[in-house]
């Protein structure tokens, strides 16, 4: 008898639980991608934002840090204070996004044009580069240029800013002379710890074989 009514008790409790399980938890009402809605006057499913919506982490207040440019010109500062912290990321994110094609020295001689990729980049050490303000160097990676496409998706707006601080650290240390490599320090080397203007921050920057500055002459 008692076994029976354990049986009968595990049953309702069955039934409750299968009474929550209805197939419009499944198929809850909703509107497919647009899909036809006889609801709205224009007959779209698909809605714009309220106006004045901003999506989570899109803000972009400060408008030289997200285009680089003042006005319709490039600007020529770094929107945040250039450290050896920022440095080293610039340089990680460089050998990892840019160097394949530009190179680790910038010389445009990069494992895909040497491998048969038909356009080369501009090396970054000619003087229209080394004149070319900041922002402009942001926005190229912001929004492509060329046969270069754009990296805004794949890289974060500061670690742009990073890349850009190292391209500039690249162009010093590739026009440095003697009296610029610190004491102590033997040439030719691997890397000089160069120092970029108005920073106070140092980094080990790569330098070209003493063949590889031969040819670029």
């Known amino acids: 008898m ?11 409790m069955a039934l409750v639980a299968l009474a929550g399980c209805r197939q419009d938890m499944h198929d809850q009402p909703r509107f497919k991608p647009l899909a036809k809605s006889d609801f709205y006057a224009d007959l779209r499913s698909a809605r714009e934002p309220v106006e004045g919506t901003v999506a989570r982490g899109q803000l972009h207040e400060d408008a030289y840090f997200y285009t680089g440019k003042v006005g319709n010109n490039p600007g020529d500062a770094m929107p945040f204070p250039v450290t050896e912290e920022v440095l080293a990321r610039g340089q990680e994110r460089y050998n990892i996004f840019c160097a394949p ?10 494992t895909v044009p040497v491998r048969g990729f038909p356009r ?11 004149q070319a303000p900041l922002g402009y160097f942001f926005d ?3 929004n492509g240029f ?7 998706s794949q890289i974060p707006a500061r670690d742009r800013w990073c890349i850009v601080a190292y391209i500039k650290a690249l162009q010093l240390s590739q ?7 610190p ?35």
Do not use: W
Request: glycine share 12%.
């Open 2 to 12: 008692g076994n029976l009514r354990k049986l009968s008790g595990f049953g309702i």
């Open 101 to 110: 094609c530009h190179s680790r020295v910038g010389d445009g001689k990069g």
């Open 120 to 130: 080369q980049p501009p090396s970054y050490h000619i003087e229209r580069l080394r």
């Open 140 to 142: 190229v990676m912001t």
């Open 146 to 152: 060329g046969i270069m496409s754009d990296y805004a």
């Open 175 to 181: 026009d440095a002379t003697i009296a610029d490599v």
């Open 183 to 217: 004491e102590g320090q033997t040439v030719p080397s691997a890397a000089l710890r160069f120092e970029l203007p108005g920073s106070g921050a140092t980094l080990p920057v790569p330098v070209p074989a003493p063949a590889a500055a031969e040819e670029s002459k």
